[in-house]
Structure formats: C-alpha cells, structure tokens
C-alpha cells in the first residue's frame, strides 16, 4: 500500500498482536516469487491498530550491514559504502550494482530499503542520514522534516546541479541506476506491495517539500522511475496481445486437437499479466496525480522542464495509453511558460511525436488548439525555442500540408531573413519543403528536356526569384541565399540553368523574365557564387570565419572549379548582353573575384579573357556611375594579381586604357580652364566623366606616373579663384588628389626616399591642405563635407605618429595643425553636425523617407568621429573637445556613443586635462545661459536642470576608484570655484558674483572627493569667501551654502543648513561609533539628510539593506499557524540595530559583516530553523523559500484519498501527500476505489491544471 508514510513495522511477538501479519518477507519467499509459471507471492503489510505503533526490535546485522542501512567497509577501507558512493564513483556497471542490491533485499529488504531511501537523501545533497530506527518508529512526514533540519544551508549547490564532468556523469548514472532498478525488479519484487509503495510514498513526500534539492532530486527520480515504468506496462500489454491470439487460435481449434490444459494455461497466464497490468497503471496514477500534475507547474523552471521531458518521452513510447488530449494538454499549457528551458523542453517533446506520421490522427485536435502558440513561438525572444518552433512547424507541413493555413506560412518565411543564422536556415529548411521541394522529379525532367533545357530548375529558380522580389520588407540576397543552402544546394549551384534563364530565349511554355526579374536573378547568382566559392555566411551572420572541415574544403574547392569553368565562358556574353544597365553590370561584375584564375591559363581560356577584358573597356566607356566604376577597378585589381600568369595581358589592356582617360581627361582640363565661365555642358561632362573615372581607378590603383594631381589642383584653385566650379568636379578633384598623396606616401614608406623626394611630397600635401582649408568656406555642401573629411584624414596619416616605429625620416612631413585651422575644424562640427534633423532636412519637403534620414546621420556620425579622433590622438588639443562635451545629453541619441568614448579616450591620455575640458563645457554652457537670461537665473528652470544633469553624467564618468581620480577631481573643482568667483558682481561686494549659482552645478562632483580632499577644496573655497559671505542666508546665496555643505559633509567641521542657516554638529552623523550603534533606534534630529549631502549620494558607499539568502538552500519548513506564530520574533520588541530597527531607521550604517553576525546569532537563537511569517487569517502559510526566486508561489491543490471526500484543513494541513491506495490482492478493486488516470474522461475532469478548457 502506497501511503505518505513509510510502512511501520510491526513487532510480530508483542501479546496480543499475533493476528498482525510481519512485513518481513522469508527469503524463500523471494526466491520463489521468481519461480513458477509466472506465479509469485505477494507480502502484505496488515493493517495497523491504534494500538500497534510500538517498534519493532532491532533484527540481526545480515549481509555485513549495520543497523542504519549502511554497509561495512572492507579491511582496506576503500570500497563505497552505500548506493550513493557507488553510483557517483560511477566505476562499477549498474547491473552489477542493481544485482548486488536485489541480493540484499532478498537477505533483509528492510535494511535495503534503507539503503535505497539513504540514496535520494544523499542525492539531494543532504548531509542527514536516516536511520534504522527513524524509519521503524517515525512518520514520513517526520524523517523528512528530520532531514529538512539536517540540510546543510552552507552550500547552495547539491550533485544534480554542480558543475562538471564529474557531476554531470553522476546525473547520468542517477537516471540510469532508477531506469536499470526497474528493469531487474519487473518480474517479482515490484509486484510486493512493499519496495514500490515506499519508492513512490518517499518521493511524493520529498516532492511536496520546500527544499528545491528535495524536490528537484526526487521529481527527477519519480519521472525516471515513471519512465521505467511505463517501459514496464508497454511490455506487458505486448505480452497480454500474444497471450490472446495464442488463446484464440487454440480454442477455435476443432475438438479433438485443443489441448485444455494450454488453455488453462494460457487463461492462467492473460489473467496473470491483466493483473500486473493493473498493479502497474496503479503505480503510474500514483505517479503521475501525486507528483507530475503539481510538479510540472513547479516554481523552478528545471522541475518543469523534467516533468515535461518526461511526459514526451512516455507520450512517444506507449502512445497507445498516453497519446491523447488527455496528456496532451500538459504541454499545450506548458507552451506558454515564461522560462525559454521549459518551452524548449515542450517543442522538442512535440517534435518526436511529429516525426512519426502515423501519430498524426492522435494528434489532430492537439494541433488545431495549440497551432497559433506553435506558429507564433517562431519569433520567440529565446533563439533556440524559436529554432525549434520553426522546426516543429515545418514536421506539422510535412505532415498535412493542410495543416497550416497562408498567413501561417508567410509569418515564417520572413524569417530567413533574420540575423541569426539558426534561426534563418530552419525558416530556410521550412521554405524548402513548402515551396521549392520537386514534387515529382521525373515528371519535371521530363518535361525539360521535351523543351530543351539541361536542367529541370528552371521553374523552381523562377519561383525562388519571385519570392525574393515580393519579400518587399527584405531585400537582402545574400541572406536569402544563406538561409537556403543548407537544404537546397542543388537549386542553389545549378548555375547552369541560371545563365540558361538569362542568355536563352523562353520557349513554348515558358514565361518571359522581366527586367526586375533579371536583376533578381543576377543578383541571386552572384550572391551563390560567392557562398560557393567563400563556404562561409555573409558578413553579419555567425562571429566570422570558422576552419573549414577536410570534407568542408573539398566541396569548396569542387564548386569553385565548377563554377569558374562554366562562368569564366558565359560571363563575357553576360556582360554584352547587359552592358548598358548599371545595375546588373556592377553586380556581373562582381563574379571574377571568385574565379580560379589559374583556369585561364591552365585551361588554354585566354580568349575568354581577351573577351572578358573587352566587355570591361566597353563598360568602362560607357558608364559613369561610381558603383560600376568601382567593380572595373576592383576587377582589373584583382585579374593584375602577381601571383596569376595572365597578369601582364591584363597590364597592358589596363595601362591603355589609363593611357586613353588620362589623355581625355588633360585635354578637356585645358577647355575648361581657357574657357573659363563660358564653358558649356558638354565640357563640363567631359571633365566630370573622365574624372570620375579615373577617380576610381586611382583608388585601387598606383597612377602616380600619370601625375593626376597636377591637372586636379588646378581644377581647385580655378574653383577657389573664380567660385564657379561644379561641385561633383570639386569633389572628384579633392578625392582624385588625395588619393594621388597617399600613393605618393606609399612608395615613399616602401623605399629608401631622398630629402628631395620628401620635400617635394611636403610641397604637395602642404599645398593640397591649403585648398581644403580654403573649401570649408565653400558654399556648396558636399564639397565643405568633402574638404573636411580628407583634412581629418590627412592630418590623422601626416600627425607626430608618421615617425613611429623606426621612421623618424619622414619627419620632414609631419604636419601639426595651428589654432586657425582647428578653430575652422570645430566650428565646422558645430554648424554641420549638432543640428536638429528637421532643420537640414526642410527644404527637401515631408516627403523624404526615413532611409534618407538614416544616410544623413550616418554621414554627420562620419564627421563627429573624423574631428573626434584628431582629439584622442592628440592633433587637436584637447580643450576643443568641451563644446562636444557639452552636446552630450542634448544629442545622446544620435551621438551619446561617439561623445562617451571620446571622453573615456581623453581621460586615458591626461586626467587632468580632460577634467579642465569637463568643466569648461559645464562653464560655456553656463555662460550661453547667462547670456540668455541675465544674472538673476531661476536655478529650478529646466535649462539649470539640464546643466546639473550633464554635470551628473559627467560625474559618473569617473567612476569608483577615487584615489586614481583623486587630483583630477580636484582639480575640476578648483577651477569650478575659481569660475564662480572670478567676475565680482559691479554693484558691490555685498551682492553674490554673477557666477555664484555655478556652484550649484559643481555640488554634483563633490561626492567623488576623498574626505581629507574635501577640507582641503573647502579651504580653498574660504579663501575666496568673506565673513560677510559667509553669514548670508538669502535665497541668492543658497548654491554657496549647498557647495558649502557637500563639502563639510563626512568631514568634521560645522555645516549650514540650506533651509534654517543653523549651524549644527555633524560628528554624530559622519563618523561610525561602536557604542552609538547601542543607540541606534533613536532617531537624532541632527542626522536629518541634507540636500547634497555625500554620505547620501556617495557613489562608492554601498550600505547594504536586508541581506538576500544565498540560493538553493531554503530549508523553510510549511507549519501550522498556531507553530509558526511561535517562532515569530515581536516586532515591536526587537532589539536596538535589529534589521526591522535598520529598516525603519535609513541612517545607520551597519557593515556588512555586522549584519550577517547579527543574522548568524538569530538563526541560532531560532534553533536554526527559518519559518515563514504566518498569514492572518490564513488556513495554509504559503512559502515562499529560494527555490521561487524566479517565480510567484505556485498554489497546489489539494490530494483527495477518494473522489467526492475533501479532507478537513481548517485543522491542520499534513506537509506529505496523502495517495490512499489500500492494501488488496486484486488490483481491480484497488482500481475501483480511485478514478484511473490513464482514462481520458478522468483526467479531463482533473481540474489541477490552469484553470482553462483545452477542447
């Protein structure tokens, strides 16, 4: 019988109790119940009297065990002792173990029984052990509650949940030692009505206890043993279909050929199985009504997810008992969990029973309920629940594509455009399957070859570009094409039939491919091409390139070769067939760089190059878009490699036509400039498309000896002069001529230069700075912009860091900028950069897009960042940066970052400085606000606020190491009071300074000063005070009396108060006494908090309030009101520094050491119990212990012994669940007396759930 205590055993010799039955069973009872024709005895526990509680004598040591269930050790003393040594040691093979121990059950099943409960105990971390005698006298309730006070609070960590190899192999052998127990019992010990009645009355009771280790441990080793047991029942119902047919086919036997006495045995033997089948249903109810239903809706995720796990796996392997909507709506419910583990748990759980389409049926009303949670769990905020969605989704599609309607459909595909690759190749996997999977290949091939095709793609390729272009919201290809190439390579490398659909004409049937069509579909190819030949994601996907697999690396090398050969011939055709659209030429233009260019030369392909090289000069001639420029140049770049034979045929078609744009270029500068004003459009064109051209050559390319500069500075000096040039000719020009410089630079660093050399390209750079100096005046925009980015640039490449490193030669060309040209620098920041959004953008009307507003961010972003690191490395000298300090709250949102790390930059290079910069933004601003509202400011205006809240910004940027900030935080304020009194008020010494209310502003820095800094800075603050100031306690003079009283506090001398002037002592306040914390409940009036006090506002002080419990340790026990009253300490009467005392009184600081003694000698003085506080009222105390942290008390319900009885809780609520199953030989009835739970309509009614329908 399976009660909520372990069976009391019974002294069989006691008079008057010779009508009790022992519970000790004979050994040769044991060995019998394995004999036989499938026959065993069963033991059975009598029932107990009121008068039968005495204890049973202790039996005589057998086997080498002592009388608390442990074994003896050996002589060598180092063999395990227990169950729990030796599944953790993990050394011996669990059959042996589990053989050894049914050994000793059948010797003394008591002591093994001992064992075995000694072995959760021990499991669950617990240091207690039970004994002989605490198991034959003491209630279930009791031992555990004995084990609850013996639980060791030191350690918040218990061997299920400790780190390591070790450990996480002991949680493997736990779960192996229940299941392989199981295995070896299923014949003859679980069917005794003793070993598995005390298993499941064990763990039922450490399942319902406060202690997360108990509970943890034991609903992992119930749903374990659950598990086994369902193994257990699949087999018999196995054996019980066999019996029967066996049955049947020899009873329809005719007369004379039935054997009666098979029959009998067979008869015999259904009956047999049905009964174990019913003993075994009966424990799994058990199981399953006593733990899992209050379990799985657990405080602690992990307890969760195990019930659910589990659930899954019974679901999985005995579908015939567990598949329905019955269990099913465990995890229908558990979908919803707030912890991403539990979720998990529950789509992989669902995932296995998806798998196997024959489930389907069963499954059909589950998924019409929970579809919409499925579906929509694919966008989870954990990456791997939404993997999994995504997965369970695409099994539910393969199994009824009816299943999952359109706009279930559309919620994934999106997907394959998410940044997380796992998430984007399951979204790419359920595309597959949904749209691009072949129906019937056969068919398809078929009909490609009837229309001349090689390849039976083309139709599948044709849908994936339409999809592409009506995913409107994404136009990423290259993410696109990432996502599918785990599950569609074939589609993805056919790209034969790609350039089939764009060089071939369609034929009968087929459809003609639109412009956006073939741009699409270019652009896809390339994005192939370049997945095949990398083998890696593109950029923004995974943390970058892994190494390649020997398998990995071969297919790479196989589709690069494929590849090249196949494109190195079509790609020139590609090029003429779409040379005049910008578009598909630039990306076209993209696939040499992932050639084997070895293959030109090794496959005798040089006339493809030629032809190649042809169709560049031919683009190159015929578009001026910077975009297209720039994939000839990276081409040619890439085909003039030196490492590739064909370099010097490439060379030469590259070196004529530089030759021919260069000489373009010098004769239409020569029109230009002798034309002056009068030069119309067509020269203006010829100069800019020339340029333009060989702007983009010049980047990836050396021209040095074509000397570009020359004809481009005359350019920028005609523009400066005369103020009529083009602004896209002024910024080619600019852009052509730097370049020029650094190519200039390049050789110089590589080579040995000459003084003359370095001197000519000083000439050079000193001249070119000269003209972008010039252009910051310019009127045209871009240009200004243009002009700006290539100063910071430059003066970046050409500052003091050129000589670094062993090249103190070119010091010649360093260049440091003087104060004229940094003045012209920021004030370009402050016009272009700090202004607001609507004002740049109104004359381009309402209708520009939020796109545009993104570009030109990120282009003022570009500025910020250029003039900022001319700080950071010291070009620009520092104080400059106070009136990009000062913008720091006002633009946080587009440029707080820049600002923050600019001013973490500084502070590495001089604290000192960078703390003169912080306080002269705080000046300027201060100043600006002056000049906005006169000398009498309101100081609760929000511009006031605003200065104070930057300044406290600014304060935090000094972090908790005072001694490190130590002079630069005294130093900031020095020059703060230095500030405030410099400019004396012109009406007379009796009225405050102008800048008086600046102090008010530096009180926010005042809590980063050391004590002894603070009456060092006080001092230096009464050097510019005079008595009359000093006794002033108008309104006007509240920020020297605030500034005042920051400064005195901590320390020892008087402090004013801002609002009664009265001076007051703050010894009593500032300085901790042992023997005034005997005081402490009283409340002094002089420790009342003053405004800007730093004892308040110390970032560094960390006074702790009530200490949190370390977790996984809670050993709160559930009481009844009328015991728990008992324990709890009067409020009222708590003693002097108490933590009611200290949470009622905000002053005193306690250490922490102090409070966790004070906490120790209460745990003590509580007899190191921790009992919850009882509710008013209340009939049950609810508790909450550690183990919920992380959730809000999860309200159980109330175990029934029978349906229809409640039991009376108004008297008291036993801790243990009560599961009445009474003691019979025939299981039916045991059955009758207890809903079965393995019926649906039973557990339909089972209202223990979350309170809402299903169905």
């Not at 000269?770 to 640039?793: G, H, I, R, Y």
């Not at 105390?1181 to 809780?1209: C, H, K, N, T, Y």
Request: hydrophobic letters at 35%.
């Amino acid at each position: 019988m399976i009660n909520s205590d372990f069976p009391v055993l019974q002294d069989s010799s006691n008079d008057g109790q010779g009508d009790t039955v022992s519970l000790s069973m004979s050994v040769s009872e044991l060995d019998d119940s394995g004999e036989g024709k499938g026959k065993k005895k069963r033991g059975r526990p009598g029932k107990q009297g009121a008068a039968s509680k005495k204890a049973r004598r202790s039996p005589v040591d057998k086997g080498g065990r002592r009388p608390n269930g442990v074994a003896h050790q050996n002589g060598e003393g180092t063999d395990p002792t227990t169950l729990f040594e030796v599944v953790k040691q993990g050394k011996s093979a669990m059959q042996s173990v589990i053989d050894d121990w049914i050994e000793s059950y059948k010797q003394d099943r008591d002591l093994a029984l001992l064992d075995l409960i000694n072995f959760f105990i021990q499991c669950s971390g617990c240091k207690g052990t039970v004994r002989i005698e605490m198991f034959r006298n003491m209630q279930n309730a009791e031992i555990i509650r004995k084990m609850t006070e013996e639980f060791d609070e030191d350690s918040g960590d218990y061997p299920l949940t400790m780190a390591g190899p070790q450990w996480k192999k002991f949680r493997y052998n736990f779960c192996e030692f229940i299941m392989v127990l199981i295995r070896q019992c299923q014949y003859s010990i679980i069917y005794d009505e003793y070993m598995m009645d005390t298993v499941i009355s064990l763990l039922t009771g450490l399942s319902d206890s406060q202690v997360r280790a108990f509970r943890h441990t034991s609903t992992l080793a119930a749903m374990k043993l659950m598990t086994a047991l369902v193994n257990v029942a699949l087999n018999l119902s196995i054996n019980q279909d066999n019996t029967q047919r066996q049955y049947e086919a020899e009873r329809n036997k005719v007369a004379g050929k039935r054997a009666n006495e098979k029959l009998e045995l067979l008869l015999e033997k259904r009956k047999e199985l049905q009964e174990n089948q019913d003993e075994i249903e009966n424990m799994m109810n058990s199981i399953f009504k006593g733990i899992f239903v209050h379990r799985y809706r657990d405080a602690i995720a992990e307890i969760r997810a195990i019930c659910i796990e589990e659930i899954g796996v019974w679901m999985k392997l005995y579908s015939d008992a567990f598949l329905n909507d019955s269990y099913l709506k465990y995890v229908g419910w558990t979908l919803h969990d707030r912890q991403g583990e539990v979720r998990l748990k529950c789509l992989k759980a669902l995932q296995t029973l998806y798998t196997n389409r024959e489930l389907f049926p069963k499954l059909e009303l589950f998924t019409n309920r929970f579809k919409d949670r499925i579906v929509s769990m694919t966008l989870d905020k954990e990456y791997d629940v939404a993997v999994e969605a995504i997965r369970l989704v695409t099994l539910i599609l393969h199994g009824s594509e009816d299943a999952l309607s359109n706009e279930d459909c559309e919620n994934v595909y999106h997907l394959v455009y998410s940044a997380h690759r796992p998430v984007a190749v399951a979204a790419g996997e359920f595309l597959h399957r949904k749209l691009f999977s072949r129906h019937d290949p056969q068919a398809e091939e078929a009909l490609a070859k009837r229309r001349g095709r090689n390849s039976p793609n083309g139709n599948l390729i044709r849908m994936l570009v339409l999809f592409f272009l009506e995913s409107e919201l994404h136009e990423h290809a290259a993410y696109l094409v990432d996502s599918l190439w785990d599950s569609s390579q074939d589609l993805l490398k056919d790209w034969d039939c790609m350039v089939e659909l764009l060089l071939e004409d369609p034929v009968q049937g087929e459809e003609v491919l639109g412009d956006r069509h073939e741009s699409a579909l270019i652009e896809l190819m390339v994005c192939t091409i370049r997945q095949g030949a990398e083998a890696h994601p593109p950029v923004g996907r995974g943390t970058g390139k892994r190494v390649l697999t020997a398998k990995e690396k071969k297919t790479q090398i196989d589709d690069k070769n494929r590849l090249t050969e196949h494109l190195i011939v079509a790609l020139p055709m590609l090029l003429s067939k779409y040379q005049t659209d910008a578009e598909k030429v630039a990306n076209l233009l993209q696939i040499p760089q992932y050639f084997d260019l070895e293959v030109y030369s090794s496959g005798r392909m040089e006339k493809h190059l030629d032809a190649l090289l042809k169709q560049i000069r031919v683009v190159v001639e015929k578009h001026t878009e910077m975009e297209v420029l720039e994939a000839c140049s990276k081409t040619y770049s890439i085909l003039c490699s030196e490492e590739y034979t064909i370099m010097n045929r490439v060379d030469i078609a590259r070196s004529q036509l530089i030759d021919e744009l260069t000489d373009r270029f010098a004769h239409s500068v020569e029109d230009l400039l002798q034309e002056g004003d009068e030069a119309d459009d067509d020269d203006i064109y010829n100069v800019l498309s020339t340029l333009k051209k060989l702007t983009a050559f010049h980047n990836a390319h050396d021209l040095t000896k074509w000397d570009l500069f020359k004809n481009c500075y005359r350019l920028l000096k005609m523009g400066i002069e005369q103020g009529s040039m083009p602004e896209q000719i002024a910024v080619q020009a600019l852009q052509c001529s730097h370049y020029s410089i650094l190519w200039q630079l390049v050789k110089i660093t590589e080579g040995c230069p000459s003084k003359d050399d370095l001197l000519a390209l000083r000439r050079v750079v000193k001249s070119f700075l000269a003209v972008c100096q010039q252009c910051l005046s310019n009127v045209n925009t871009p240009v200004k912009e243009q002009a700006f980015m290539l100063l910071c640039d430059l003066l970046m490449i050409f500052s003091h860091q050129l000589v670094t490193g062993g090249r103190e030669a070119l010091e010649p060309l360093v260049f440091n900028p003087d104060s004229t040209l940094q003045n012209e620098l920021l004030n370009f920041v402050l016009d272009h950069v700090f202004i607001d959004q609507d004002d740049e953008n109104q004359s381009m009307g309402d209708e520009e897009d939020e796109a545009n507003k993104i570009e030109a961010l990120h282009k003022r972003r570009n500025l910020l960042a250029a003039f900022c690191k001319l700080i950071i490395y010291d070009i620009v000298d520092m104080p400059a940066a106070a009136d990009i300090f000062k913008q720091y709250m006002k633009y946080y949102n587009d440029y707080g970052d820049i600002i923050k790390e600019t001013l973490s930059k500084t502070r590495q290079m001089d604290k000192i400085q960078c703390a003169k910069t912080l306080i002269l933004s705080l000046q300027q601003l201060f100043n600006e606000l002056i000049l906005d509202q006169g000398p009498n400011l309101d100081r609760t205006s929000s511009h006031v606020s605003g200065i104070k809240e930057l300044a406290r910004r600014f304060a935090l940027t000094f972090g908790l190491d005072q001694i490190k900030t130590r002079e630069a935080v005294a130093t900031l304020h020095k020059d703060g009071i230095e500030f405030a009194f410099k400019v004396p008020n012109p009406k007379g010494p009796e009225y405050p300074p102008p800048n008086l209310a600046f102090l008010e502003v530096l009180c926010e820095f005042s809590s980063k000063l050391l004590r002894q800094d603070k009456k060092t800075v006080h001092s230096y603050l009464e050097k510019f005070m005079t008595e009359y100031m000093m006794e002033r306690r108008e309104d006007v003079w509240l920020p020297l009396i605030a500034y005042r009283n920051s400064l005195l506090t901590g320390g020892d001398d008087d402090r004013l108060s801002v609002t009664t002037g009265a001076s007051s002592t703050s010894k009593a306040s500032t300085v901790r006494s042992k023997r005034g914390r005997q005081a402490q409940n009283k409340k002094r009036p002089e420790e009342e908090s003053v405004e800007g006090s730093w004892v308040m506002r110390n970032d560094t002080l960390q006074t702790p309030g009530a200490l949190h419990t370390p977790q996984l340790t809670s050993t709160v026990l559930r009481e009844n009101p009328r015991q728990a009253a008992e324990h709890i300490p009067d409020q009222d009467s708590s003693e002097p520094g108490s933590e009611p005392d200290y949470m009622h009184n905000p002053q005193i600081q306690m250490s922490w050491l102090d409070q966790q003694k004070m906490e120790e000698v209460n745990r003590k003085e509580r007899g190191g119990m921790n009992y919850m506080k009882s509710r008013s009222g209340g009939v049950r105390q609810q508790v909450r212990g550690l183990m919920e942290d992380d959730a809000e008390p999860i309200f159980e319900d109330v175990m029934m012994s029978s349906r229809g009885q409640l039991e009376d809780m108004n008297e008291e609520f036993e801790d243990t669940m009560v599961i009445d199953l009474p003691a019979s030989r025939n299981r039916r009835e045991r059955a009758e007396l207890r809903p079965d739970f393995f019926d649906s309509t039973a557990i339909m009614e089972d209202d223990s759930g979350f309170g809402m329908q299903m169905f």
